[in-house]
């Protein structure tokens, strides 16, 4: 096996000093014109590769910032890694992406792995059931910035990057009313998540404002798999609802299907209101209304949190405890066209 070469190597072919040829390298004034390109041109020639681990270890970093997503089959999640990516890159960061799949317990693990990686920065996306933040505690302790977004504790001290949920799941709700629907049927996930939580409140505040009765047996709480969203839609349909609003738009196209098999028409008999603007939505038919969620743009904002953050490493006051909204909008499309009088 062909020995690594080291500085050392090149020092001796110049007949200068190893640090000579360390800051000749890292280009550094202290080093001539002349030296620094003698010394890079020796090190391309002897095949010299520079160690960036056990420099930036020296440094007591790695360059490196670890990601936790509760999924990556997702369009949103996909948007928010894109947004990282664009911003971590130019920081000249690298990423490490672990996925919980929706596991407190797998996300607990991939916490533990992130810092035994020693990893400079976490960004993270809580898993549906997880009951709290404690594998984060290490990574505070170290000063070790951590940015939760989309799914978050609202009562964590750290930056949080969100969308106003409560508002969201409200002008949902008031859009379906607005078009003449009376029974709103709500298909939504665990309500200790804040997203959903909000979404519930927000679609039982429009319910409220607008004169009609929060009926319990018009929500389901599920998960967003195929089959349990098949029965809840199922389930629901018992209490002959004119409207779904469905906790995101892989889920609402679903109850589109569901619908279509049973003969419904959407959205003349039944209205379907989804959430994330997924790609999707444009796609099925009819074209399905939903929420926007800027998933680029939050990511961009909680990678530039972290950046800002990481850079202030040796300020013990670096932990910064705010919350960062982001603007959604509602897209409507046919699936909750207006009833004629």
């Not at 360059?63 to 947004?83: N, P």
């Not at 799941?169 to 909000?198: F, P, S």
């Not at 003969?263 to 939903?290: C, H, Q, R, W, Y």
């Amino acid at each position: 096996m062909q020995k690594e070469v080291t500085i050392y190597d090149i020092a001796e072919r110049l007949g200068v000093t190893a640090s000579t040829v360390s800051r000749g390298l890292n280009n550094s004034p202290r080093v001539t014109k002349k030296t620094r390109d003698e010394i890079h041109k020796t090190a391309t020639e002897m095949g010299y590769q520079h160690n960036t681990i056990a420099s930036n270890l020296r440094k007591r970093q790695t360059k490196t910032i670890g990601v936790i997503v509760h999924r990556l089959d997702s369009y949103f999640i996909t948007c928010v890694l894109t947004g990282i990516e664009k911003i971590i890159n130019k920081a000249h960061y690298d990423i490490l992406i672990m996925n919980s799949a929706e596991s407190g317990v797998r996300e607990v693990a991939n916490a533990k792995s992130l810092l035994n990686k020693r990893v400079d920065g976490v960004i993270v996306s809580l898993a549906l059931n997880t009951k709290n933040i404690d594998h984060f505690t290490p990574f505070l302790d170290r000063k070790i910035p951590v940015i939760f977004f989309d799914r978050v504790m609202p009562e964590v001290n750290c930056t949080k990057v969100i969308i106003d949920n409560f508002s969201s799941g409200y002008e949902a709700t008031a859009h379906l009313i607005a078009g003449g629907r009376k029974r709103i049927a709500h298909i939504t996930a665990d309500l200790q998540r804040n997203v959903y939580k909000e979404r519930f409140l927000g679609y039982k505040r429009a319910l409220n404002d607008n004169g009609i009765i929060y009926k319990e047996k018009l929500v389901k709480i599920c998960n967003a798999e195929k089959s349990e969203i098949v029965e809840a839609v199922e389930q629901l349909l018992k209490q002959k609802p004119d409207a779904f609003f469905v906790m995101n738009d892989f889920s609402a196209a679903i109850c589109i299907q569901v619908l279509h098999k049973k003969g419904f028409k959407v959205p003349e008999d039944i209205a379907v209101m989804g959430f994330n603007n997924d790609i999707l939505g444009d796609l099925v038919v009819p074209k399905l209304s939903t929420l926007d969620y800027p998933g680029e743009l939050m990511g961009e904002i909680a990678a530039t949190e972290l950046i800002n953050q990481m850079s202030l490493k040796h300020n013990r006051e670096n932990i910064v405890d705010k919350t960062i909204v982001i603007p959604s909008e509602i897209i409507i499309r046919e699936s909750t066209l207006k009833l004629n009088p």
